[in-house]
């Protein structure tokens, strides 16, 4: 039993330090890369500060890319398990719900495999910036997030928390975002990508 446990812990420290090794691998490649393209000083402090701070914190949700093994299941596999992970979040909608009544309730099944993802948003990143396209709609399953946009009214901000939905739009328009997402203080995000959306419903026998 003595040995069992020793083992483990040997195991452990063993992972604790190749992970602090490939962080700080990472954190000598980011200066060496600052230096190499000669990035200014105020920027190249904020990148090394946000490079510093981001290596202590990890994601506490697994996604299904962390899984080595999930890469070679099998396609009917993994559209059942698309569906069983993503359906739940697109039916907290009315439109989705309408569409699985009156339409061909396998077009969602499609669109959880083909057009949703995850992500993950830890502090100091962010979904995208001012003035991007905005090319997804979200889904908050974990945590908080913050929409902040400055106008010429002021300051907006509006938290997104579980089971929260956003920028529905890019679903149906072409249109950018005036601020920026960030989580507050991480957030998991269920993302819709609109164009891959758009091909599947194009195809609906709603449509």
Known sequence: CTSSVLSSITAHMTL?????????????????????HKVSLELGNRLIGFVRHHKRRRRTRVHEGDINAFKDIPESLRVELHVQVYMPSLMQHPLFVRHSRFGDSSELGV?????????????????????????????????????????????????????????????????????SFCPAPQCELFTLNSAKFGEEMSKSTLS
């Open 16 to 36: 604790l330090r190749r992970l602090n090794e490939e962080q700080n691998r990472q954190h000598e490649l980011a200066r060496k890369y600052i230096m190499d």
């Open 111 to 179: 669109v959880c495999h083909t057009a949703m993802g995850e992500k993950a948003l830890l502090l100091g990143q962010e979904l995208f910036a001012m003035g991007q396209q905005a090319i997804e709609m979200i889904f908050v399953t974990c945590g908080q997030g913050e929409y902040r946009c400055d106008t010429k009214e002021g300051r907006f901000r509006e938290r997104a928390g579980v089971n929260d939905m956003m920028f529905e739009a890019a679903l149906w328009l072409q249109c950018y975002h005036t601020g």
